[in-house]
């Protein structure tokens, strides 16, 4: 997919005219500051957000403290207890409810791409915030190539890439492919699930000792990210966080 935050080299009389379109941006942003991506009314204070839609998002506060599983008070959940997942930690500052619900369908399923923003934002803000340490790596939620095609964008992959950007860590997705489709854990009995993503993912090379975070907009049932992680540290990573938007209730 071609990177459309690339920047390409140009002629220096083409970056000429580049800052002079910049200075007219900015200046243009001062008499008429851009608007909330949300409400189109209120002036942007946060991440494309106006104060007002900012103050509404649902804050994932408190959570369990290895899946961020939104609960009452922070402790682990029962599923955490009895069946440790293989990834290390999540971050992920939101609840899947509204209005980041229609926020990433619209960025997932309607290519509005200026909701990545929005979201990355969101995910850099908490790990900066986060005494964790950084990964040597992002990697998006792989795809299937055909449902790529389909959709026409990875809206995991998109997401990894304006993380790096903003916390200078580089994103590789490519390391890791996705091979078939799978179905939605969800949907599954508890046989079913375990062969659902057996062989679904690869691995190219070797993650010796690496720090990889795996960055996507939701996590539901943890499953994918729980195979994902697998895979990853089979490959020798010696950690693996998820990196989302938003967690859902269950
Ligand atoms: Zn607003
Ligand atoms: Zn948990």
């Known amino acids: 997919m071609p990177d459309p935050c690339a920047t390409p080299n140009r002629p220096a009389w083409l970056i000429g005219i580049k800052s002079v ?3 007219a941006l900015s200046l243009l942003e001062w008499v ?3 608007c909330c991506l949300l409400c189109r009314l209120g002036v942007e204070y946060r991440h494309g957000l106006c104060q007002d839609c900012w103050a509404k ?3 994932n506060q408190t959570y369990c403290e290895r899946c961020a599983l939104p609960m009452s008070h922070k402790s682990l959940c029962g599923h955490c207890q009895r069946c440790p997942p293989v990834f290390d930690s999540v971050i992920a500052p939101l609840r899947y409810q509204d209005p980041i619900d229609q926020m990433l369908c619209a960025l997932k399923y309607h290519q509005q791409l200026s909701f990545a923003r929005t979201a990355a934002g969101l995910i850099a803000d908490m790990v900066s915030e986060s005494d964790r340490p950084k990964p040597d ?3 998006g939620v792989p795809m299937t190539q055909r449902a790529v095609r389909k ?6 992959v998109f997401l990894a890439r304006l993380i790096g950007r903003q916390l200078d860590i580089p994103a590789k997705s490519s390391l890791i492919k996705k091979l078939r489709e799978t179905d939605r854990q969800s949907t599954l009995n508890a046989s079913q699930r375990q062969h659902n993503l057996k062989d679904a993912f690869h691995c190219k090379g070797s993650l010796e000792g690496k720090h990889i975070a795996l960055v996507d907009d939701i996590l539901t049932t943890g499953a994918t990210a729980n195979g994902i992680s697998r895979v990853l540290k089979a490959a020798g990573a010696n950690r693996v966080d998820i990196w989302v938007c938003a967690r859902t209730p269950e």
């Open 57 to 59: 998002l649902p804050v």
């Open 151 to 156: 959709r026409g964008l990875n809206q995991a």
């Open 21 to 23: 379109r910049a200075t």
């Open 32 to 34: 008429a500051p851009p």
């Open 137 to 139: 790596l992002l990697v």
